[in-house]
T-cell receptor, first 112, second 112 residues
Framework: SQQGEEDPQALSIQEGENATMNCSYK?????LQWYRQNSGRGLVHLIL?????REKHSGRLRVTLDTSKKSSSLLITASRAADTASYFC????????????FGKGTMLLVSP | SQTIHQWPATLVQPVGSPLSLECTVE??????LYWYRQAAGRGLQLLFY??????ISSEVPQNLSASRPQDRQFILSSKKLLLSDSGFYLC???????????FGQGTRLTVV
């Protein structure tokens, strides 16, 4: 079953603009992670935020987590054409089981 | 450093034929191992995960099975493939629960 649900399903922007993607989940989590996937390739880990954290930064990435709303957002600032990819959120359950469950992803297209 | 190998990259198999996909990890011990399937344009579906040799947890009942004959080897198998088994199969590992995961490059399986 899929835990996370990303929104929007697809996003098209121009280079230099900011891109915001949202993720909602259903059950209590230990942490939430964001991954990137270039077409036809494996996923690459971007950032992990734990349930007791509210915001985290990594370079041009900013992630927020609101456990009361069971939601997270990924902001990519000053987007580049090379940021074109699919972005997925994934969650680890609070139970301690080692399942890592992914959402359906947001496809981001950044045009030059 | 740790690396993950997944092969083959592409595979075309007839309906009813067997399947064996292999994944190996180097440079670490006792990793948590995962098999995911991704349908075209969709999210990742967790199929199996393993926290140790001989320990396999199945998330989705189907005609696939997984085995972990060695600490850093994870195999996905089927005795008889169905058309619905077509998809992009991804192997992943991580040191333990609640950490980032590292993905292989995936196997594109087409059942004809």
């Amino acid at each position: 079953s899929q835990q996370g649900e990303e929104d929007p399903q697809a996003l098209s922007i121009q280079e230099g603009e900011n891109a915001t993607m949202n993720c909602s989940y259903k059950t209590s989590i230990n942490n939430l992670q964001w991954y990137r996937q270039n077409s036809g390739r494996g996923l690459v880990h971007l950032i992990l935020i734990r349930s007791n954290e509210r915001e985290k930064h990594s370079g041009r990435l900013r992630v927020t987590l609101d456990t009361s709303k069971k939601s997270s957002s990924l902001l990519i600032t000053a987007s580049r054409a090379a940021d074109t990819a699919s972005y997925f959120c994934a969650t680890d359950p609070w139970t301690g089981y080692s399942t890592l469950t992914f959402g359906k992803g947001t496809m981001l297209l950044v045009s030059p | 450093s740790q690396t993950i190998h997944q092969w083959p990259a592409t595979l075309v198999q007839p309906v009813g034929s067997p399947l064996s996909l292999e994944c190996t990890v180097e440079g670490t011990s006792n990793p948590n191992l995962y098999w995911y399937r991704q349908a075209a344009g969709r999210g990742l579906q967790l199929l199996f995960y393993s926290v140790g040799i001989g320990q396999i947890s199945s998330e989705v009942p189907q005609n696939l099975s997984a085995s972990r004959p060695q600490d850093r080897q994870f195999i996905l198998s089927s005795k008889k493939l169905l058309l619905s088994d077509s998809g992009f199969y991804l192997c992943a590992w991580r040191p333990m629960a609640n950490t980032e995961a590292f993905f292989g490059q995936g196997t594109r399986l087409t059942v004809v």
